[in-house]
């Protein structure tokens, strides 16, 4: 069936209570690939529970309500749906464990035209369960590659941040394992996509591919890493749009252009010479 319209962007996505442990703090930092030295101390303090410190991305995994959109009723073909943009904002350090109430609402659904697709906007926000605080909020947009062309008006879409024309002022390679995306999944997000050979070869990939939220990960670890001198608290935002798959032991570069405290940045896998993650921008504090 086709998407409609005014169905899809009022469908209820019920509040996600979700509750976290340590254990899983440091499973998310596994998956995205910190510890993979395991002397180095600046990341031994994310995937070790002595001083232990919760990743900033770590937000897009909190209050996730999983595939809803696989509904037969949403319109969505789920085998050719695929993670399109992210951003998220952090308005208080993330606690390493805890409770939380995640709320989920549709903002945006854009149609692109028969053949090319259509687009479909989310926003959570994540509080505290005990104190109501706000942690942080985030969005995504998921690229339903299959259908377009239901009626649906063409715009607007998220605004993309530019990359500058010059050489970036700090570069960051980091190594995926082959394993990445079957730990990556543990944190919340169990697309079949990710694991599963033959459904990844029915959606048109040689083989299972990253998560777009791992690959976003990576990149963020990089900025943590090499902006941030590994200091969590100093991001505080992130955004970027995804522009070609990672697949698992691929490594990613992650190219950065600092601006006061506005760093642009794009992330490439330089085997194949494609861009996986673009229009990336972050601020620093």
Known sequence: MAINYDKLLNWPIPPIEQTYSKRDSILYA???????????????KFVY?????ALPTMSITLGYPGAWFAHPDTGITRSHTVHGEQIFV????????????????????????????????TECTVRNKASDELLCTWTSS????????FGGPSGPSMP????????????????TLPQAALIYRLSGDYNPLHADPAWAKKAGFKAPILHGRCTFGVA???LVKTMCAYDPARLKSMQGRFSSPVYPGETIRTEMWRDGNTVAFRSTVQARGVTVLNNGRAEIA
């Open 90 to 121: 952090i308005h208080k350090a993330l606690p390493v464990e805890g409770t939380i109430v995640g709320t989920n609402k549709i903002v945006n659904l854009i149609d692109k035209g028969e053949g090319r697709g259509a687009v479909l906007y």
């Open 49 to 53: 529970e002595d001083g232990l410190q």
């Open 142 to 149: 998921l690229f339903c590659r299959a259908d377009g062309g």
């Open 220 to 222: 963020g670890h990089a």
């Open 160 to 175: 993309q941040h530019p990359i500058p024309e010059k050489a970036p002022d700090a570069v960051c390679d980091l190594a």
């Open 30 to 44: 596994l998956g995205i690939g910190l510890g993979a030295d395991p002397l180095d101390t600046d990341q031994l």
